[in-house]
């Protein structure tokens, strides 16, 4: 028998079908793929979340999606919040967990180093692009130093890929929704929390939980490189393909040791600063390459995740290239030591169509920052080798910005995980690596054909983080951890692109506190114990009521005034879901911010 791959299973389940007639109320489940036609006699409400043990008479192939196998190896890729609290509610559901992450330790996007990652590609490099793979596998190399004409040092970061924060970053939220379970912060804990702090924290809970690099544990796997994603050859389950680098004890050497494990699920967890983003500015290209006069092992333009310190800008001209969180932070660093900083940014209409945080970075620029215009383009350099100091820069108003010392592009990032390539490859039927995926798929800020659950829709066995993990997560990787132990139920494959594709589930995420944040909690709240009663487990319960009008106060004054109040909260729970999605729900902005 011939098995139809996931494209031609996605086509089917979007065609034309005939219309059918449903007698029974409609649930959330039986939602009509494209194309299809109900009589429908009741409003869909959120009570109608499948409940185990429902059947219907005219789906001979069952409600609920159907794993062909059971699952019991479980692969987390990612230890940063998400990842982490993910490998400890598996293992709490009895899966043989093994937790993946390129970094020599727990923290994910909040592990400082005073390392930096490596060079930036100018342009961007390839969302796509592969790692090299030995031919046999399992497989080992040792690296000396300037074996390629590289160093040791570039090859170790170039793995572990140094994380993008600072040393007097603080974080843009309070702790009470900033804040993982069972390790809850010191009652004297300063009202913005620094990254060292929440660095802190989080490998408090690692630790905990037997996870921490330190830990004597069969379930981490540190320094180790998820290079491939690929399912299995019977179909069932997948194989990671990982590389693991260590550092010898002996003198300049480095030792990669490449080998292969299987699961039975994966859950994705890399976060979203995987790649910086460099924009395409004529002349960008050129200035790129000049190192910086007082120090030659920089460069004089670089992207923001290398920033570590002020120290390096005593006395410089900076032009800070985007005005976001990460470029007005910066600028308020070296503020106090740098001669001068501009800030270029496109163009705004109304300060008041702005999201509040657009207008709080603003807001947080130093007052001495003088705001510029977009830039049209950087004017050739006469030569590479004296800075960029007699360059000239031309922005889109005519105007000509010169004796700039450095140019810190904090322009953002994209998400890129070349492990997935192959995966993608298999689900939208193309034949090689020369055939790329479509370019929002992993890469945009948030994940195409993933159910609301974090179920890869083509294979549920594959699954992401894709809400916020301190606030959200919980309910999420619970879910999964039912899901895949079968006391909780997806809906079949028809439900599971239905809902996809149903405006009221593109609802949810959202800035914390506003109504698509409020939404997914009550989805899975409800979701979570309706099936908890039917099929066991525990009863979840929602944030904490006593938490809102510490958030609403932080909110107001750290943000923005008026910003929201406790009554956000108060007011989305008289709202049934039908209601979901109308535009006026509130009169407030719900973008999301990455940083989140």
Do not use: C
């Not at 010191?186 to 802190?200: E, K, L, Q, R, Y």
């Not at 008026?562 to 719900?590: A, C, H």
């Amino acid at each position: 028998m011939h098995k139809l791959s996931w494209l031609t299973v996605l086509f089917l389940a979007t065609v034309h079908v005939a219309s059918v007639t449903v007698e029974e109320p409609q649930t959330v489940l039986d939602i009509p793929i494209a194309g299809q036609t109900i009589t429908v006699e009741e409003p869909q409400t959120v009570s109608d979340i499948p409940i185990a043990g429902q059947t219907i008479n005219d789906e001979p192939s069952g409600k609920w999606y159907k794993f062909n196998s059971t699952i019991e190896r479980v692969a987390v890729i990612g230890a940063g919040p998400a990842g982490l609290q993910a490998a400890a509610t598996f293992m709490k559901h009895n899966f043989t967990v093994r937790l993946f992450d390129r970094a020599p330790g727990p923290g994910g996007n909040w592990l400082y180093s005073d390392e930096i990652p490596v060079r930036e590609s100018y342009p961007d490099a390839p969302a796509v692009e592969e790692h090299w793979i030995p031919e046999e596998l399992p497989a080992s190399e040792y690296y000396n130093e300037g074996d390629d004409d590289l160093t040791l040092d570039s090859r170790w970061r170039e793995h572990w890929q140094p994380r993008s924060i600072w040393d007097s970053l603080h974080t843009n939220s309070p702790a009470v929704i900033t804040e993982l379970p069972d390790v809850p912060y010191p009652p004297d804990h300063s009202w913005v929390i620094s990254a060292h702090t929440i660095g802190a924290h989080v490998r408090a809970y690692a630790s905990i939980h037997n996870l921490n690099a330190n830990d004597n544990s069969s379930v981490h796997s540190y320094s180790t490189r998820v290079e491939k994603l690929s399912k299995r050859l019977d179909g069932n389950g997948w194989t990671l393909t990982l590389k693991h680098l260590k550092k010898l004890e002996e003198p300049d050497r480095l030792k990669a040791t490449w080998w292969t494990e299987d699961f039975d699920a994966v859950f994705v967890a890399p976060g979203p600063y995987t790649s910086p983003h460099v924009p395409e500015i004529d002349g960008l290209l050129q200035w790129s390459n000049v190192r910086a006069v007082d120090d030659p092992s920089r460069f004089s333009v670089y992207h923001s995740r290398v920033y570590r310190r002020p120290e390096r800008y005593t006395g410089k001209t900076v032009l800070v290239i985007g005005v976001g969180t990460s470029g007005s932070e910066i600028a308020r660093d070296i503020a106090p030591v740098a001669k001068k900083i501009y800030a270029s940014h496109k163009e705004y209409a109304d300060w008041d169509t702005l999201h509040p945080f657009q207008r709080r970075s603003f807001r947080r620029f130093p007052d001495e920052t003088e705001f510029i215009p977009k830039i049209s383009h950087f004017k050739s350099l006469s030569s590479l080798n004296n800075g960029i100091k007699d360059g000239k820069i031309v922005l889109v108003n005519g105007t000509i910005l010169e004796n700039i010392d450095e140019v810190i592009l904090a322009t953002g990032y994209k998400r890129s995980n070349p492990f997935h390539l192959s995966v993608l490859n298999q689900t939208f039927g193309a034949e090689s690596s020369e055939a790329p995926p479509p370019s929002d798929v992993f890469t945009g800020p948030a994940l195409k054909y993933v159910h609301w659950t974090g179920h890869f829709i083509p294979d549920p066995t594959l699954a992401f983080s894709t809400i916020r993990p301190w606030t959200a997560g919980q309910y999420q990787y619970y879910g999964q951890a039912k899901v895949w132990e079968g006391t909780a139920h997806l809906p079949n494959e028809a439900g599971l692109w239905a809902q996809y594709n149903s405006t009221r589930y593109t609802f949810f995420r959202g800035l914390f506190g506003t109504a698509p944040s409020e939404a997914i909690v009550r989805q899975y709240v409800t979701w979570l114990n309706n099936e908890s009663l039917e099929n066991g487990g525990r009863l979840v319960s929602p944030w904490p009521v006593q938490n809102r009008e510490v958030f609403a106060y932080y909110a107001n004054q750290e943000w923005e005034k008026d910003y929201l109040s406790k009554e956000n909260f108060t007011k989305f729970e008289n709202i049934p879901d039908r209601q979901w999605t109308q535009k006026d729900i509130w009169d407030i902005s719900v973008f999301e911010d990455d940083s989140w």
